[in-house]
């Protein structure tokens, strides 16, 4: 399966985007999928995470509140609606596609299928 991400760019502190990301076929509508984020100089990390139905989610503490993760399985597709952007949310952001239904707090060693990434900048 190929995903690909998209709806990044450059916003203002404060401001709101919406990543997207679909999948070129159903094979991850049962499983978990998550986005992760990796900025200049530092590790890939986790943001947050939906199981194959949506009922269960996952985020890191720095997104709480601020980002949600959603997913719409009849049309292959995954999102991360981010709002009251920090400089600090600065980063390439990444869809996954994960290996069983649920997440399992294990980082990226629970995703298997990796999108290209979509660059977000926040200014301040």
């Known amino acids: 399966v190929q995903l690909q991400a998209s709806g990044g760019g450059l916003v203002q502190a404060g401001g709101s985007l919406r990543l997207s990301c679909t999948a070129s076929?159903?094979?991850?509508?049962?499983?978990?999928m998550g986005w992760f984020r990796q900025a200049p100089g530092k590790e890939r990390e986790f943001v947050a995470a939906i199981s194959w139905r949506g009922g269960t989610r996952d985020y890191t503490d720095s997104v709480k509140g601020r980002f949600t993760i959603s997913r719409d399985n009849s049309k292959n597709a995954l999102y991360l609606q981010m709002d009251n952007l920090k400089p600090e949310d600065t980063a390439v952001y990444y869809c996954?596609?994960?290996?069983?239904?649920?997440?399992?707090?294990?980082?990226?060693?629970?995703?298997?299928?990796w999108g290209q990434g979509t660059l977000v900048t926040v200014s301040s």
């Open positions: 076929d159903r094979t991850l509508s049962n499983n978990v």
């Open positions: 996954a596609g994960g290996r069983g239904s649920f997440y399992d707090g294990r980082g990226p060693l629970s995703f298997v299928s």
